[in-house]
């Protein structure tokens, strides 16, 4: 079964500074992976995703991640962190499901926080 | 456009009492899905559906039923509630049928079983 573990479960940041989340995958073919973001109170938002095409993905609000197959890594990172990226942030392993649509198996979640 | 909506935002439940969670999406999407959150844990599939009148188990289905009558809705079912289905749940639903596909995610239901 695909799995995915992310590393910290809290990650503090200055304003301004790299943000960099980790995310490492475990699967026997090629992975489609995900990054969620959520926001108090809210549900998921997608910020980007891999799906075998180009290694570098780049999503929504500055935020781009890298596939690394030989470090089984796909690492969320954000050159200057903003107050508004204050989060949860998950990690995903999309599944296909019997009859068509996708399972996703997240990981446990980073929480951002960026300090003034 | 109001994408997936869930009823109710927030509920109280004793144990041993049943209630419905109601799922609605205007996007015209085949897929949907339930999952439970729990602190330090993810997100975990409860069950899902490939399409009107169908329902399959996910990953921790137990002690839940669901139904999918209409395709815009889909309703998430507690008979009998025990203090370990607290949880905050999410409804969420996919146009395609492929794995790269995108889910579009509800803002939850928190639920309290005392």
């Known amino acids: 079964a695909q799995s995915v573990t992310q590393l910290g479960s809290h990650v503090s940041v200055s304003e301004g500074a790299l943000v960099l989340l980790r995310c490492n995958y475990s699967?026997?073919?090629?992975?489609?992976l995900f990054w969620y973001v959520q926001y108090p109170n809210q549900g998921l938002q997608l910020l980007l995703k891999?799906?075998?095409?180009?290694?570098l993905v780049k999503g929504i609000n500055g935020f781009e991640a890298e596939f690394k197959k030989s470090e089984t890594s796909f690492h969320l990172t954000k050159p200057s962190a903003h107050m508004s990226d204050a989060a949860e942030y998950f990690c995903?392993?999309?599944?296909?499901?019997?009859?068509?649509?996708?399972?996703?198996?997240f990981g446990t979640g980073t929480q951002l926080k960026v300090e003034l | 456009n109001a994408g997936v909506t869930q009823t109710p935002k927030f509920r109280v439940l004793k144990t041993g009492q049943s209630m419905t969670l109601l799922c609605a999406q205007d996007?015209?999407?085949?897929?949907m899905y339930w999952y439970r959150q729990d602190p330090g844990m993810g997100l975990r599939l409860i069950h899902y559906?490939?399409?009107?009148?169908?329902?399959a188990k996910g990953e921790v289905p137990d002690g839940y039923n669901v139904s999918r009558l209409k395709k815009q809705n889909f309703l998430l079912g507690l008979e009998s509630a025990a203090p370990s289905q607290t949880s905050v749940y999410f409804c969420?639903?996919?146009?395609?049928?492929?794995?790269?596909?995108?889910?579009?995610f509800g803002p939850g239901t928190r639920l309290t079983v005392t």
């Open positions: 891999y799906t075998s095409a180009a290694t």
């Open positions: 559906s490939v399409g009107e009148g169908t329902t």
């Open positions: 699967s026997s073919v090629p992975p489609y």
């Open positions: 995903a392993v999309s599944d296909g499901l019997t009859g068509g649509g996708n399972k996703l198996t």
């Open positions: 996007m015209n999407h085949e897929y």
């Open positions: 969420a639903s996919s146009y395609s049928k492929y794995a790269t596909d995108e889910q579009y």
